[in-house]
């Protein structure tokens, strides 16, 4: 017997100054495109620790994995079982410089909804403006 197990993501809705951080993506799929910082959660990780890393490394903030508030589950078409979370709110000024790096070349925060990378990011940005979230 084979098991095909699905793939777990996290991914963090960081409100900034009434808006919400994003990311410009430097890997496939989607390179070019804005989205919220997220990926695959290793081995081991909870989905708080992933998050926390995931920020780190795609957006280069630091933000503390038990401030992270899960708000949403999905299950994707391709096994994905993407887990979102909302992070306790931050100002600009709590923000470092950005420096590119491999997975994004800008970190934005968004003011108003726009689409996204991914369609489940642009309904989670979307429903944050709407004030559902």
């Known amino acids: ?3 095909r197990n699905p793939l777990p993501v996290a991914v963090v809705l960081q409100p900034v ?3 919400v951080l ?5 890997i ?7 989205a919220l910082p997220g990926g695959y959660i290793d081995w081991g990780e909870t989905w708080q620790e992933a998050g926390a890393r995931e920020m ?3 957006a280069g903030v630091h933000i503390d994995p ?4 899960e708000f949403k589950v999905f299950s994707a078409g391709n096994a ?24 994004a070349s800008e970190r934005l925060i ?5 689409e996204l990378a991914f369609p489940l990011h642009t309904e989670i940005l979307a429903d944050f403006f709407a004030g559902r979230l």
């Not at 038990?66 to 508030?69: A, I, K, V």
């Not at 992070?87 to 590119?100: C, E, N, Q, R, W």
């Open 1 to 3: 017997m084979t098991f």
């Open 56 to 58: 780190w490394e795609e």
């Open 17 to 19: 100054d009434g808006g």
């Open 110 to 114: 968004l003011t108003a909804p726009q």
């Open 66 to 69: 038990s401030g992270l508030r």
């Open 80 to 103: 994905t079982m993407m887990v979102v979370a909302r992070a306790t709110p931050l100002t600009a000024s709590d923000l470092p410089p950005f420096v590119p790096n491999s997975e």
């Open 28 to 34: 496939e799929p989607r390179s070019g495109w804005l």
């Open 22 to 26: 994003t990311v410009r993506r430097t």
